[in-house]
Each structure stands twice: as structure tokens, then as C-alpha cells.
């Protein structure tokens, strides 16, 4: 029988973690980081932080194929998946060609789910957004000495999310990519 593959630690982390994965976010690098970033990859990395408690996982549900597909293998793989309908917003251009798209955010779940995990004892909370939405949560769990961990991608992090840096770690995706984690 081989022996577990043992992973070359990115993060260091609290006792009792918590990992929230905006995947609509974490897709959206994909254009600067010119490669999709790997969710099984990513899950077996992160399988290997004993402190981690939780792997929450956050996409919307349609029904093209390959997301439904998409989602089962999500839940598969180990996530804790939370997901809920996908809206399609019309826009109109400046030649008022109508045009829709996805969007389907995840920011209050995320936030109600870091209240629950609080008041259960985790003090580590890794999320894999650059949103600048979650800077109020960010420094609330400052405020309350937890550890506060985003990864990013270069280019896609909020100016809010920036300005609070001392107060949290930020983790650049890249690291989990060269070391091919994700």
C-alpha cells in the first residue's frame, strides 16, 4: 500500500478552520490566470490542514449540462455545497442589442455561515474570493481576534479588501498553482 501524498503547507492555520469558496469568484480568474483552477486538486490540498473543519462551496445551479455535472462532482469530491438558482439579467448595449447574464451571488450565505461557525468555536476562516463585499465580515472577525485568510487572484481583489491587509492574510492563488494544488 503507497503511502498519502503529504502537501507542502500554504497556510498556516488556527485549531478550528473554516474554508468558504465563492466559486463564481474563483472561476472568474481563470481569464487572468489564463487555466481554470482545479476544484478536486483544490479539495485534496486542502484535505490535508487537520484543522479544517468545514469545506464550504458555493456555485449556482442552471440547467446547462456540463454545470449540472459540475455540481454533482462538487458534492462528490467532499464540499459542503451550497447552491440556489442561477437569475439571467438583460442589459442592453450602447445599440441596444439585449444581452443576458449569469449572475448568482453567495455573499449573505457565506456571511450567515461565518456567524454559525463562529458561534461553534472555529477561529480560522480561509476564503477564496477577493470580493471587497466581505470587508465588514473580515473586520468583524478581526474585531473578534479570529483569523482572517483570502486567497486571491492578482487583479481580482476589491480596493476594500486592500486597505484592511494588515489586519488579514492574503494568500495569492498563484502559490497553490505552482505547487500545483489547484
Not at 492555520?13 to 481554470?36: H, M, P, T
Not at 479544517?52 to 454545470?67: A, C, L, Q, R, V
Not at 480561509?126 to 482572517?148: A, I, M, N, T, W
Request: glycine share 6%; hydrophobic share 35%; charged share 30%.
Amino acid at each position: 500500500m503507497s503511502e498519502p501524498m503529504k502537501s507542502n503547507p500554504i497556510l498556516r492555520l488556527g485549531s478550528f478552520c473554516s474554508v468558504y469558496i465563492d466559486w463564481a469568484n474563483v472561476y472568474g480568474w481563470k481569464k487572468s490566470l489564463k487555466r481554470e483552477i482545479n476544484s478536486r486538486k483544490l479539495f485534496k490540498h486542502l484535505k490535508t490542514y487537520k484543522q479544517i473543519k468545514n469545506f464550504n462551496f458555493y456555485f449556482g445551479t442552471d440547467e446547462h449540462p456540463k454545470s449540472k455535472q459540475f455540481l454533482e462532482d462538487v458534492k462528490q469530491t467532499g464540499y459542503s455545497l451550497t447552491t440556489k438558482p442561477v437569475k439571467y439579467i438583460t442589459v442592453f448595449n450602447e445599440k441596444g442589442q439585449r444581452f443576458k447574464f449569469r449572475k448568482c451571488d453567495f455573499d449573505i450565505e457565506i456571511c450567515i455561515q461565518a456567524h454559525d461557525d463562529l458561534a461553534k468555536g472555529i477561529n480560522s476562516f480561509v476564503f477564496f474570493s477577493g470580493d471587497g463585499d466581505f470587508e465588514p465580515l473580515y473586520q468583524l472577525l478581526h474585531r473578534k481576534k479570529k483569523q482572517v485568510v483570502v486567497v486571491y487572484a492578482s487583479g481580482h481583489t476589491g480596493r476594500e479588501v486592500l486597505k484592511i491587509e494588515r489586519k488579514i492574510y492574503l494568500c495569492n492563488i498563484k502559490k497553490f498553482i505552482q505547487l500545483g494544488y489547484a
